[in-house]
């Protein structure tokens, strides 16, 4: 079946250092969405991208579409303690023909100060 | 409320029994979802409603699980003689839409611990 896969599973580092997370799916995908998930609370929307090859900012967080559209990245610049918590990446298939996303298994990010 | 909202947000069990849990979509959204996800890993999707309709359960890991949305807004995920691997968190989320591209909306979930 069709799988996300999400690397690393966890990343430890200190505040202001970078931080990448990088998503993979088994087939082309029709868009890919971020989400982030604090300790204890529920996954919270980031962003989409659906075209081949795009790339979003927001503030110092970095979101690639590759060329292929089977693989992603989130790039977060000089980290900060508020960034703490699991980033999940999500595919939408297609021919799915609504939003059925498939979740990759998230990377834990700790931001030590 | 703006958000989703599901309630029990907690909900401990005895192997074997039945639990209802709820989800209260975002007013005006078509879409429902249902979300499952153990402990480490990301959610996994199990039934999706357009409308009343369910338009795609093969998430439903087996017939012990069902989900209704009578009147299109509140959806209720039951589970029959629930086992211990059915522990986890049970998330909803909605959207306006039910396009390829639209928004899904996490409510808070519900932790179910089947002892």
């Known amino acids: 079946g069709q799988q996300v896969m999400q690397i690393p599973q966890y990343q430890h580092v200190q505040e202001g250092e970078d931080f990448t997370t990088y998503c993979n799916s088994s087939t082309t995908l029709s868009n890919i969405q971020w989400y982030k998930q604090r300790p204890g609370g529920h996954p919270v929307f980031l962003i989409q991208?659906?075209?081949?090859?795009e790339v979003k900012k927001q503030k110092r967080l970095t979101f690639q579409f590759g060329e292929a559209k089977k693989n992603s990245s989130l790039h977060i610049t000089a980290t900060q303690t508020t960034d703490v918590g699991t980033y999940f990446c999500a595919g939408t298939p297609f021919s799915g023909g609504y939003n059925k996303l498939i979740f990759g298994a998230g990377t834990r990010l700790a931001v030590h100060p | 409320g703006a958000g989703v909202s599901q309630t029990p947000s907690n909900k401990v069990t005895e192997k074997g029994k039945y639990v209802e849990l709820r989800c209260d979509p975002i007013s005006g959204h078509t879409a429902l979802y249902w979300y499952r996800q153990s402990l480490g890993q990301g959610p996994e999707f199990l039934i999706y409603?357009?409308?009343?309709?369910?338009?795609?359960d093969s998430g439903l890991p087996n017939d012990r699980f069902f989900a209704v949305r009578p009147e299109g807004s509140v959806s209720t995920l039951k589970i029959q003689r629930t086992e211990r691997g059915d522990s986890a968190v049970y998330l909803c989320?909605?959207?306006?839409?039910?396009?390829?591209?639209?928004?899904?909306?996490f409510g808070p979930g519900t932790r179910l611990t089947v002892l």
């Open positions: 409603f357009q409308g009343t309709g369910a338009a795609d």
């Open positions: 989320a909605s959207s306006f839409l039910a396009g390829e591209s639209d928004t899904q909306y």
């Open positions: 991208l659906v075209k081949s090859g």
